[in-house]
């Protein structure tokens, strides 16, 4: 019996994977996410356009399918450049919050909402009707969380039960029209710390309203990454993607040529 318990412990050990995610309530997470993306729109224009987002994560109890936690945006900058303008807005700068686009990012500054975080995938909802649309962007699925207010997905990861270094295994879902097919492979398991490669396709088409004009929006990308993962807990401590995306805007029966390289750099402490 011994000899049974100390092997079951070895194997344990050297798989150092749960089937779903492993939680502490409680437990306060700060992420990062920054996205540094070039985009060129044929003849409108090129534009360079970087994002920070701070959010601070709470970690609540749990039941049998999710996570309950609540997050607050903290911090958000924007910097662009083109069309013949730079311009930057921080909202821990006071004269960029005197400002009509400060006052519009200070509507979600601060602001504690109710999410949930799937055991079995990591894929966080939040809780609340008017959160859905940033949460259900398609675009997220590419661009790392930074085109909306939903970053906090990128924070998990869960690797399904007994992978080690060299397996593989794939996830897809479908939001409005646009598919995102994920393939992950572990490249290395050091001192509890997972090393994963994660390659992504996206492709489809959507419609969004941007201000009060209805846009439909075709893609067609890939995004290339690596993650670095607890193994104990599922906690995404840093990823690094590069994402190539190439499509089109169709507005007021106009179509703009769309192609976007980004890199996109998510931390967690």
């Not at 400002?99 to 995938?121: F, M, Q, S």
């Not at 909802?125 to 661009?143: F, R, V």
């Amino acid at each position: 019996m011994k000899k049974l318990i100390l092997l079951t412990l070895c194997y344990a050990s050297l798989q150092g994977f749960a089937q779903s995610l492993k939680l502490d309530a409680g437990k306060k997470l700060g992420l990062t996410t920054i996205n540094e993306m070039d985009m060129d729109m044929g003849m409108a224009g090129k534009m360079k356009i970087t994002t920070q987002a701070n959010n601070t994560i709470v970690l609540g109890t749990a039941d049998a399918d999710a996570y309950k936690a609540t997050s607050k945006l903290t911090r958000m900058k924007i910097t662009q450049e083109g069309m013949g303008k730079s311009e930057t807005k921080d909202t821990d700068v006071a004269a960029d919050m005197d400002t009509d686009e400060g006052k519009e990012l200070a509507k979600d500054l601060n602001v504690e909402k109710e999410i949930t975080i799937n055991k079995n995938t990591g894929t966080v909802k939040a809780t609340k009707p008017e959160d859905k649309d940033d949460n259900d962007n398609p675009m997220a699925g590419l661009m790392g969380g930074a085109t909306s207010k939903m970053t906090e997905g990128f924070a998990f990861m869960a690797i399904p039960v007994g992978k080690k270094a060299g397996d593989k295994w794939a996830d897809s879902t479908t939001e409005a029209g646009v598919k995102t097919t994920k393939n992950y492979q572990i490249k290395s398991i050091e001192n509890g710390i997972a090393s994963v490669n994660v390659a992504t396709t996206i492709k489809g088409t959507f419609s969004q309203e941007t201000q009060g004009m209805q846009m439909e929006m075709t893609l067609d990308g890939t995004g290339n990454g690596v993650y670095t993962v607890e193994a104990a807990t599922g906690i995404v401590k840093k990823s690094i993607t590069n994402n190539d995306i190439n499509g089109s805007m169709d507005m007021m029966g106009q179509s703009i040529p769309l192609t976007i390289k980004a890199v996109v750099t998510t931390t967690v402490d």
